[in-house]
C-alpha cells in the first residue's frame, strides 16, 4: 500500500485491535456515515477499504464499550489538578491530547467540560485518531502507541461524571432549523465533493434532521438546502483547482532520475495504466478479440496462447450490443462464466466527469483493473473530426488510466483507401490517435476466420511485428491461436520514404529535389511525384529529414541536421 493512503493503513490496523472504525470529514470532523450503527457493531475490513479508498478521509474511532475505551480529551495547556497515569496518548491536530483508557465495563458518559479543558468521549462517542489531518492542516499523531499499553481509567473521572447533571438534549426548534441545516450541510460538504463522499454526507444530513429538528424538515426541503451548498462548495473548489503554479525540474535532475519499466495488462500488446483503442472495420473480430482479451485477463491466462497477461477483474461498457448479443459472443468463446467480468450493456454511459467519477469509484471498489468500451462513437456526442472535442473526450479516458485502470476502446476503421496505413484508417480526427498510449488495428479478410493484428504506436516501447491470429471452434469453447509474424504491405508514401531514407544514407552530397527524384526514381519508386512531394513534405515535418537553400533557389536535403554558418 502507499504511503498517501496512510489513513486507511491504520484504520485497518485499529480494525484489528478491536476498535469500531468510522470514516469522518476532513474539514468540519462530522461522521461521513450513520455512525451510530457502529456503536453496537463494528464495520468489516472490506467496509474500511471501500471507506478510506480516498486518502482525505479522516480516521474515527467510536468510543464506550464498542472499542473498550474511554478518552479524556485534555484542550488546555493549565494543569487540571487531577492525576493522569502513563496510557496510549495522542497530540491532537488542535494542539490538545487525548488520553486512552480502558472502559471500565460500566456506562461512562460522553461529557463536555467536565473539568475546565477537559471532556470524556465515552459510550455514545467517537474521537478522531492519527494519521488524520486537522482543519489547520495539522497531523493527529502518536504519543504513546495503543500497542504499548491502555491502562484502567481514573477512579476521579468516574466520580466527577457522577456529580455531573443531565446534558440538555433538547430538539431545534421549527424557526431555527433552516439556518441550522444550511450550517451542517456546509460542514458535512466543505470536503465531501466526490460522488462516494457526498452520498455518505447526504445520510448523515437525513439522520441529522430525524434526530435533532423538532418537527423534522420535510425531505424536499432538506434536500434543497444540501444541493445548495453543495454547488457553493463545487463551486469554490473549481476555484481553488484553476489556480496553476508551473513546476519544473532540470535536465540534470531529469537525466538522474530512475523510472520503472513498462508495466504490461497483455505482455508488450497492451500496457498498464493505458489507454488502447483496438480498430477494424465491420466483421472484423475487433468485439471477439476483445472479448478474448477481457477472458484471458479475469483469469491470468495467455492470450492467443502466445502473450503472458496480469491477472484482474474487467468492466465491460457496452453501448453498442445488447444482452442477448453479448452472451452469444460470449459462449462461442467459453461456457465457463465463472470469471470476474462485469458487464454494463446498453445502459446511457456517456464519458462526462460525473460518469467518469462514479465508473472510477465502483470500479475500485470491484478492484477492476480493465474496463472495455464498446464502441468509441456510442460513449460520446462530441464531433469525432474535431481536434478540440475529442481531447475534451480523451480526457476522460486518460483520467480513468490515471487512477491505475487499463482504458480499452474499440473503435471503426474509415473507408479504406489503399495509399494508407493502419493508424490512418482510424476514423475520426487525427487527435484521437495522438492522445492514445496503444492502438492496434484488426485486419480480417472477407469470409476468413484469419486476423491480422498490427501495432501501429505504442508509446512506451517499441511495436511489435503484425502478426496472425485464427479463431477455432472445437465445439466446447472457442479460441484463438497465434500464428505467428506476418508482412503488412506498406503504402506507395511509405515505401518511397524509406527508399528516400536509404537513398540518402549512402550520397556524399545533399542533394536537390530533382536530383533526389531522380535518385529515387532509378532505384525502383513507385507513384509519381506528386507523392514524392507529399513524402518529403511529412519527413520534414516529422523530424527525420532537414533542408536549406542551395544555388539559385534550389532545396538541399539531409537526414541530418545543417550546421549554421556563422556571419
Same mark, same amino acid.
Not at 450493456?345 to 460518469?355: A, K, P, T, V, W
Given at each position: 500500500?502507499?504511503?498517501?493512503?496512510?489513513?486507511?493503513?491504520?484504520?485497518?490496523?485499529?480494525?484489528?485491535?478491536?476498535?469500531?472504525?468510522?470514516?469522518?470529514?476532513?474539514?468540519?470532523?462530522?461522521?461521513?456515515?450513520?455512525?451510530?450503527?457502529?456503536?453496537?457493531?463494528?464495520?468489516?475490513?472490506?467496509?474500511?477499504?471501500?471507506?478510506?479508498?480516498?486518502?482525505?478521509?479522516?480516521?474515527?474511532?467510536?468510543?464506550?464499550?464498542?472499542?473498550?475505551?474511554?478518552?479524556?480529551?485534555?484542550?488546555?495547556?493549565?494543569?487540571?489538578?487531577?492525576?493522569?497515569?502513563?496510557?496510549?496518548?495522542?497530540?491532537?491536530?488542535?494542539?490538545?491530547?487525548?488520553?486512552?483508557?480502558?472502559?471500565?465495563?460500566?456506562?461512562?458518559?460522553?461529557?463536555?467540560?467536565?473539568?475546565?479543558?477537559?471532556?470524556?468521549?465515552?459510550?455514545?462517542?467517537?474521537?478522531?485518531?492519527?494519521?488524520?489531518?486537522?482543519?489547520?492542516?495539522?497531523?493527529?499523531?502518536?504519543?504513546?502507541?495503543?500497542?504499548?499499553?491502555?491502562?484502567?481509567?481514573?477512579?476521579?473521572?468516574?466520580?466527577?461524571?457522577?456529580?455531573?447533571?443531565?446534558?440538555?438534549?433538547?430538539?431545534?426548534?421549527?424557526?431555527?432549523?433552516?439556518?441550522?441545516?444550511?450550517?451542517?450541510?456546509?460542514?458535512? =460538504? $466543505?470536503?465531501?465533493?466526490?460522488? @462516494?463522499? &457526498? /452520498?455518505?454526507? #447526504?445520510?448523515?444530513? !437525513?439522520?441529522?434532521?430525524? *434526530?435533532?429538528?423538532?418537527?423534522?424538515?420535510?425531505?424536499?426541503?432538506?434536500?434543497?438546502?444540501?444541493?445548495?451548498?453543495?454547488?457553493?462548495?463545487?463551486?469554490?473548489?473549481?476555484?481553488?483547482?484553476?489556480?496553476?503554479?508551473?513546476?519544473?525540474?532540470? =535536465? $540534470?535532475?531529469?537525466?538522474?532520475? @530512475?523510472? &520503472? /519499466?513498462?508495466? #504490461?495488462?497483455?505482455? !508488450?500488446?497492451?500496457?498498464? *495504466?493505458?489507454?488502447?483503442?483496438?480498430?477494424?472495420?465491420?466483421?472484423?473480430?475487433?468485439?471477439?478479440?476483445?472479448?478474448?482479451?477481457?477472458?484471458?485477463?479475469?483469469?491470468?491466462?495467455?492470450?492467443?496462447?502466445?502473450?503472458?497477461?496480469?491477472?484482474?477483474?474487467?468492466?465491460?461498457?457496452?453501448? @453498442?450490443? &445488447?444482452?442477448?448479443?453479448?452472451?452469444?459472443?460470449?459462449?462461442?468463446?467459453?461456457?465457463?462464466?465463472?470469471?470476474?467480468?462485469?458487464?454494463?450493456?446498453?445502459?446511457?454511459?456517456?464519458?462526462?466527469?460525473?460518469?467518469?467519477?462514479?465508473?472510477?469509484?465502483?470500479?475500485?471498489?470491484?478492484?477492476?483493473?480493465?474496463?472495455?468500451?464498446?464502441?468509441?462513437?456510442?460513449?460520446?456526442?462530441?464531433?469525432?473530426?474535431?481536434?478540440?472535442?475529442?481531447?475534451?473526450?480523451?480526457?476522460?479516458?486518460?483520467?480513468?488510466?490515471?487512477?491505475?485502470?487499463?482504458?480499452?476502446?474499440?473503435?471503426?476503421?474509415?473507408?479504406?483507401?489503399?495509399?494508407?496505413?493502419?493508424?490512418?484508417?482510424?476514423?475520426?480526427?487525427?487527435?484521437?490517435?495522438?492522445?492514445?498510449?496503444?492502438?492496434?488495428?484488426?485486419?480480417?479478410?472477407?469470409?476468413?476466420?484469419?486476423?491480422?493484428?498490427?501495432?501501429?504506436?505504442?508509446?512506451?516501447?517499441?511495436?511489435?511485428?503484425?502478426?496472425?491470429?485464427?479463431?477455432?471452434?472445437?465445439?466446447?469453447?472457442?479460441?484463438?491461436?497465434?500464428?505467428?509474424?506476418?508482412?503488412?504491405?506498406?503504402?506507395?508514401?511509405?515505401?518511397?520514404?524509406?527508399?528516400?531514407?536509404?537513398?540518402?544514407?549512402?550520397?556524399?552530397?545533399?542533394?536537390?529535389?530533382?536530383?533526389?527524384?531522380?535518385?529515387?526514381?532509378?532505384?525502383?519508386?513507385?507513384?509519381?511525384?506528386?507523392?514524392?512531394?507529399?513524402?518529403?513534405?511529412?519527413?520534414?515535418?516529422?523530424?527525420?529529414?532537414?533542408?536549406?537553400?542551395?544555388?539559385?533557389?534550389?532545396?538541399?536535403?539531409?537526414?541530418?541536421?545543417?550546421?549554421?554558418?556563422?556571419?
Amino acid at each position: 500500500m502507499q504511503n498517501e493512503n496512510q489513513n486507511l493503513i491504520d484504520a485497518l490496523r485499529y480494525c484489528q485491535l478491536g476498535f469500531s472504525v468510522i470514516p469522518v470529514n476532513f474539514q468540519s470532523k462530522v461522521p461521513l456515515v450513520n455512525w451510530r450503527e457502529y456503536q453496537s457493531k463494528r464495520a468489516s475490513s472490506e467496509q474500511i477499504e471501500y471507506w478510506f479508498k480516498n486518502p482525505e478521509v479522516n480516521v474515527g474511532i467510536v468510543t464506550g464499550v464498542i472499542s473498550g475505551i474511554v478518552i479524556v480529551d485534555i484542550d488546555t495547556k493549565e494543569k487540571i489538578g487531577r492525576p493522569l497515569p502513563p496510557t496510549a496518548t495522542t497530540r491532537t491536530g488542535g494542539g490538545g491530547s487525548h488520553f486512552v483508557y480502558r472502559h471500565p465495563g460500566i456506562p461512562v458518559k460522553t461529557v463536555a467540560g467536565l473539568l475546565p479543558g477537559v471532556d470524556i468521549r465515552g459510550d455514545g462517542g467517537y474521537a478522531v485518531f492519527p494519521p488524520s489531518t486537522h482543519q489547520n492542516g495539522n497531523k493527529y499523531e502518536w504519543i504513546i502507541p495503543p500497542e504499548d499499553g491502555i491502562t484502567e481509567l481514573p477512579e476521579w473521572v468516574l466520580e466527577e461524571l457522577s456529580k455531573k447533571p443531565p446534558q440538555n438534549t433538547g430538539k431545534i426548534p421549527e424557526g431555527a432549523r433552516n439556518s441550522a441545516a444550511t450550517q451542517v450541510a456546509g460542514r458535512l =460538504l $466543505s470536503g465531501a465533493l466526490t460522488e @462516494e463522499l &457526498s /452520498a455518505l454526507a #447526504w445520510e448523515t444530513m !437525513k439522520q441529522w434532521n430525524e *434526530e435533532k429538528c423538532e418537527p423534522r424538515l420535510p425531505d424536499k426541503e432538506l434536500r434543497a438546502t444540501f444541493e445548495s451548498i453543495f454547488r457553493r462548495e463545487s463551486t469554490k473548489r473549481a476555484t481553488e483547482k484553476s489556480h496553476y503554479e508551473l513546476q519544473t525540474i532540470t =535536465l $540534470s535532475e531529469l537525466a538522474a532520475m @530512475e523510472f &520503472s /519499466a513498462p508495466r #504490461w495488462l497483455v505482455d !508488450k500488446l497492451i500496457p498498464h *495504466e493505458s489507454v488502447t483503442i483496438i480498430s477494424g472495420a465491420p466483421a472484423s473480430y475487433k468485439t471477439f478479440i476483445t472479448l478474448d482479451i477481457a477472458l484471458k485477463v479475469s483469469r491470468g491466462e495467455k492470450l492467443f496462447g502466445e502473450f503472458e497477461t496480469s491477472k484482474c477483474p474487467v468492466l465491460i461498457v457496452d453501448e @453498442e450490443n &445488447s444482452p442477448r448479443l453479448i452472451q452469444t459472443r460470449t459462449r462461442l468463446l467459453s461456457k465457463n462464466t465463472d470469471t470476474p467480468i462485469y458487464v454494463a450493456s446498453r445502459s446511457g454511459f456517456q464519458l462526462r466527469e460525473d460518469n467518469v467519477d462514479r465508473l472510477i469509484q465502483y470500479a475500485k471498489s470491484k478492484e477492476v483493473g480493465l474496463i472495455i468500451f464498446d464502441s468509441f462513437i456510442c460513449i460520446h456526442n462530441a464531433d469525432e473530426n474535431s481536434a478540440s472535442d475529442m481531447r475534451n473526450v480523451m480526457k476522460h479516458l486518460k483520467e480513468i488510466a490515471k487512477n491505475g485502470i487499463a482504458v480499452i476502446v474499440i473503435h471503426h476503421h474509415r473507408k479504406r483507401k489503399e495509399d494508407r496505413n493502419a493508424a490512418q484508417d482510424l476514423r475520426g480526427s487525427s487527435d484521437i490517435l495522438a492522445q492514445v498510449d496503444c492502438h492496434l488495428a484488426i485486419d480480417r479478410k472477407l469470409n476468413s476466420a484469419s486476423v491480422t493484428i498490427q501495432q501501429s504506436k505504442l508509446r512506451e516501447a517499441e511495436e511489435i511485428k503484425p502478426f496472425t491470429v485464427t479463431l477455432h471452434s472445437d465445439g466446447d469453447d472457442g479460441y484463438f491461436t497465434h500464428d505467428g509474424n506476418v508482412k503488412v504491405g506498406q503504402s506507395k508514401r511509405d515505401e518511397l520514404k524509406n527508399l528516400i531514407k536509404t537513398t540518402l544514407a549512402y550520397v556524399t552530397e545533399p542533394p536537390n529535389r530533382t536530383q533526389l527524384w531522380e535518385m529515387v526514381h532509378l532505384a525502383g519508386a513507385k507513384g509519381g511525384e506528386a507523392t514524392f512531394k507529399t513524402a518529403i513534405k511529412e519527413m520534414l515535418k516529422d523530424g527525420v529529414l532537414f533542408s536549406k537553400r542551395g544555388d539559385k533557389n534550389s532545396t538541399l536535403y539531409s537526414l541530418t541536421p545543417f550546421v549554421v554558418e556563422d556571419g
